[in-house]
């Protein structure tokens, strides 16, 4: 996959020590990655990275909202996202990103590309079953909801109960009540 400039990092020149570093991640972010379930984004990513002499310590912070569809109505709703990662940079014979949270560079490395880290991070802070507020409380107008409400069983209160069940279990009601 083809690396975006903006999210690689030249920590060769850093100084030792904590450097910040803030990403505005919108709609085109997730459009280079093709990745079509969110209608737009507007998550802000708060990047610390803690320089040591024979690795990094990468801190990512995201907090913001994801445009995406209710589960339950279609309807779009903006879901919040909040979440933070630490990751540890490595340097090692040759590249290996197979654990979660420690990522090995080549020795000779001179910049670190954190957009899959943000990019998953984003992805995986949105619930799985997404459900729109307006479901929860009540509030949501919607015509899936009134097509729902219209078609589901009519339950008449004005019926007796004995008439709802099945007329062959009287004969096992009289069983129950010829012991006592």
Known sequence: ??????????????KEGKHQFEYKIDKTFFDFFDYQDFNDASVEVQLELNKKTTLLELNFDIAGYVNVHCDLT???????VQSN???????????NDEEIDLLVLPHGSYEVNVQQYI???????????????GVKDGTLGSEILDKLEELSPKTDKTKDSDSETDPRWNTLKKLLTDKQ
């Open 1 to 14: 996959m083809k690396e975006l400039k903006t999210f690689t990092i030249p920590f060769v020149g850093l």
């Open 74 to 80: 279609n309807e779009p709703y903006n879901q919040d």
């Open 119 to 133: 990019y998953e991070l984003i992805v995986l802070a949105v619930p799985s079953k997404r459900i729109h507020p």
């Open 85 to 95: 990662f630490d990751l540890v940079v490595k340097f090692g014979e040759e590249f």
